[in-house]
């Protein structure tokens, strides 16, 4: 008899990537979203987010993150007994601590797929899971779900302290850098003059930019950026400042203390050699 499980967004992009997947795994795959559209082959659609969820053996939430608390109180009371709801939002804290809520009845995952809805496998992708009740059991299930994939375990603390860097802080300099070039009014100049290093930069600033608004102002919300962030502005306006009164020794010190501290876990001179081949795919 195959598995029950249902997907609450299954309208969104993650949403969609979920119910494909549980379908080519041959489970009963259900689909709920109050605001999208749900679509896939031999998925059950429910207009209903209780009629949904209720002979589910599985329930994945691929919701906003500021809703997804209020979500949790709203379906687990309804639940049937022995039920998995999975959660997968990118900021933790005050998730966990609704699914730590949940009655007794209900086993919580709290998992961060760190790959987007684009891959087409999750062999060697990285999934975190957050511990709420028994990590042991937790991360067995979800193994069983994700076969193939690498998974890290870190508490909701962590989790959040790590992501704001992660995503955080790479999200936001990718969107105000988008935002520049945005407004270049000759971008096509600007294509024929660059080089490799902005090529992958735009690229990957681009791509970012496909993903949706609301999910990029949730990514920058995370409260554990602010340091991080201000540790950027500071650096950037350091750094302006030093190489307008040109103190030349200064801008160079900082560049090789950085390149010190990175050689101590990193290869550059590997990651250079990654970069070339990355430019040679976005040349294809």
Not at 226 to 238: M, N, P, S, T
């Amino acid at each position: 008899m195959k598995k029950k499980i249902t997907v609450i967004g299954a309208g969104g992009q993650m949403g969609q990537w979920f119910t494909s997947y549980f379908a080519e795994k041959d489970f009963e795959v259900t689909g709920h979203d109050s605001e999208n559209k749900v679509t896939g082959k031999g998925i059950i659609v429910s207009d209903s987010l209780v009629g949904a969820i209720l002979k589910a053996d599985y329930v994945v939430l691929c919701t906003p993150t500021r809703r997804t608390p209020e979500i949790i109180r709203l379906i687990a009371k309804e639940m049937k007994r022995g039920t998995y709801l999975i959660e997968i939002s990118s900021q933790k804290s005050k998730v966990v601590s609704s699914l730590m809520k949940m009655p007794d009845k209900i086993n919580p995952i709290c998992i961060h797929p760190m790959f987007g809805p684009g891959i087409k496998n999750i062999k060697g992708k990285n999934i975190i899971s957050i511990p709420i009740k028994d990590a042991k059991k937790e991360l067995t299930v979800v193994k069983s779900l994700f076969e193939g994939a690498n998974f890290v375990t870190i508490d909701a603390i962590e989790h959040d302290k790590k992501i704001a860097v992660i995503l955080g802080l790479t999200h936001m300099m990718n969107l105000v850098f988008a935002n520049i070039i945005s407004k270049d009014e000759k971008s096509g100049l600007t294509e024929k003059m660059s080089g490799s290093t902005f090529k992958v930069q735009k690229t990957l600033a681009e791509s970012i930019m496909t993903e949706s608004p609301e999910l990029i102002e949730t990514i920058i919300s995370n409260p554990e950026i602010r340091r991080y962030a201000e540790e950027l502005w500071k650096d950037v306006g350091r750094l302006l400042t030093a190489v307008q009164e040109s103190k030349t020794e200064e801008v160079i010190d900082y560049i090789k203390q950085c390149q010190e501290r990175l050689a101590k876990h990193s290869d550059i001179d590997e990651s250079y050699k990654k970069l070339a081949k990355m430019v040679k795919v976005i040349e294809k």
